[in-house]
């Protein structure tokens, strides 16, 4: 049954069973009251959903050509993105000329995510997602360039994070970087890291102190997936299209809580 009638005949049905024609009638009525909200309601996670696309490759797009050119590792990244999305063709179109759109000098920046934020409505994880996303584009090269590093204080300060809190993601994003180059994440292999090394960005990942106790350490991984959680992420307003990455980030941490048991001998 077609989704913007299920209410009309819903309420026409009840109507006439408990009651007459005028019943049915007042059912009816009713019914496509509440169609049209469930309507408005589809229509607005929608477009939320769209705007969450947009302004990730749009912004990505800005923070690639701040340093002066978009690399090879830039496209590469943005378009790798696109196939673990499994973008459709169409979309795909429309987050190439959202890239595009970002590289122009004169890109609404301020505009683009502010509409963002209100359309995420302020849900503190999707924003960190968000910032995880572009912190992928600017390591992509192997290294933060100061002009990325500063546009990223500007996306950082409109999305309501701190200097500090950019300062930890930043760091973990690097730790990841340093996973997937180990061949232990999404990213090539090749690097090969002492286990000190290894251990260190596990810590990073989770974002919390080598000299924690363990207790601390359990809470912030458990803390870490809460945050990461694909479905929680997707019931937030996080496109479905973006669950493989939810997904291989929620991996990633549960790899950094398997290096840390290990080290702690922790079952």
């Known amino acids: ?18 009651g007459s024609w005028m019943g049915a009638l007042l059912g009816l009525w009713l019914g496509h009251l509440v169609d049209r909200k469930l309507a408005g309601a589809w229509g607005f996670a929608k477009s939320a959903q769209q705007e969450f696309l947009y302004a990730t490759f749009a912004t990505m797009g800005h923070l690639a050509k701040s340093s002066g050119r978009v690399t090879t590792e830039e496209i590469r990244l943005a378009e790798r993105l696109m196939v673990q999305m499994r973008l459709r063709p169409e979309q795909k179109a429309e987050a190439q000329q959202a890239f595009r759109d970002g590289k122009e000098s004169d890109f609404p920046l301020t505009e683009t995510l502010r509409r963002f934020r209100s359309r995420v409505r302020n849900s503190r994880n999707l924003l960190r997602f968000f910032m995880e996303v572009q912190l992928q584009l600017v390591f992509a090269d192997g290294e933060l360039h100061p002009a990325e590093r500063q546009l990223l204080h500007v996306i950082a300060a409109e999305l309501s994070f701190s200097t500090q809190e950019l300062e930890q993601l930043l760091a973990y994003a690097e730790a990841q970087l340093h ?22 960005d ?10 924690a106790d363990n207790a601390t350490v359990k809470r912030a991984y458990r803390r870490q997936m809460s945050k990461h959680h694909p479905d929680k992420l997707v019931a937030q307003g996080l496109p479905k299209e973006m669950m493989e990455m939810a997904k291989q980030k929620a991996q990633d941490i549960q790899q950094a809580w398997e290096t840390i048991k290990a080290a702690r001998n922790l079952r």
């Open 179 to 200: 996973m997937y180059r180990q061949g232990g994440g999404s990213g090539a292999g090749g690097f090969a890291p002492s286990p000190g090394e290894r251990l260190k």
């Open 202 to 211: 596990a810590y990073r990942i989770l974002e919390v102190d080598e000299q």
């Open 1 to 18: 049954m077609p989704a913007h009638i299920k209410g009309k005949v819903i309420g026409f049905l009840f109507g006439l069973l408990i």
